[in-house]
């Protein structure tokens, strides 16, 4: 992948197997984003191949993206209720309430959730103001794990929040790993300790 005049990502060759826990770390402008976006099919490679199970992404970018759950640094919540926000961009009466409970479970948000007065009913508020940055990051969470993808992509999803926080959410990825294969990126080492391989990313 080519960005100005040098490659962003230049010879980047591994193998993902299922069930693993990978983590990718890199300073800023290592070339981190584009190698997720790259695994994602949000761009496509100048040179080379990103496959699965030997079929070329490109190929059907939809059956793979079918595939992933997402988690960003900064998750994207509506002015609307709970259960609305974990299974996003679903009509109503498409929304599987077993899943989204099921969902909030395993993203440790549950028992919260159990303890408001309206329950999934709950509106979060405008970019989910209504809860804490930590709350707001198990929400996404919870979003990804929705309809139970075969991969979870955590990009630099704990790093605006507080160390102890952090923490915590670190810790529920343990949980996730048991059901699902973990890409996990960040530039803190200390979010990667659970990881079973971590790549280093540097000038591509």
């Known amino acids: 992948v080519h960005g100005g005049l040098h490659p962003a990502l230049d010879g980047v060759s591994f193998d993902l197997r299922q069930g693993e826990t990978l983590g990718i770390v890199g300073e800023s402008g290592s ?19 990103i496959r699965v199970n030997g079929r070329e992404v490109g190929t059907d970018r939809r059956y793979w993206q079918d595939r992933i759950g997402y988690v960003p640094q900064h998750v994207y919540l509506m002015d ?20 989204v409970e099921q969902a909030l479970r395993r ?3 549950w028992d919260f ?12 508020g405008e970019r989910g103001v209504r809860l804490s940055g930590g709350q ?13 993808p075969e991969v979870i992509v955590l990009d630099e999803a704990t790093s605006s929040l507080d160390s102890e926080t952090e923490k915590d959410i670190v810790e ?15 530039h ?3 979010t990667l ?6 790549i280093r990313i540097d000038q591509g």
């Not at 961009?89 to 899943?99: H, V, Y």
């Not at 529920?172 to 960040?186: D, G, N, Y």
């Open 80 to 99: 609307t209720t709970i259960r609305k926000n974990v299974a996003f961009g679903l009509a109503d009466d498409a929304i599987d309430e077993s899943e």
């Open 193 to 198: 300790a659970h990881c079973s391989r971590i």
């Open 188 to 190: 803190r080492t200390s």
């Open 107 to 109: 993203a440790n948000l």
């Open 136 to 148: 707001r990051q198990r929400l996404g969470i919870a979003r990804a794990l929705y309809g139970n």
């Open 31 to 49: 070339g981190k984003s584009t190698l997720v976006d790259l695994l994602i099919g949000v761009l496509t490679p100048q040179s080379g191949s």
């Open 172 to 186: 529920s990825f343990r949980e996730i790993a048991h059901r699902h294969t973990l890409i996990v990126v960040a």
């Open 113 to 124: 959730v159990q303890g408001l007065p309206r329950g999934l009913d709950t509106k979060v």
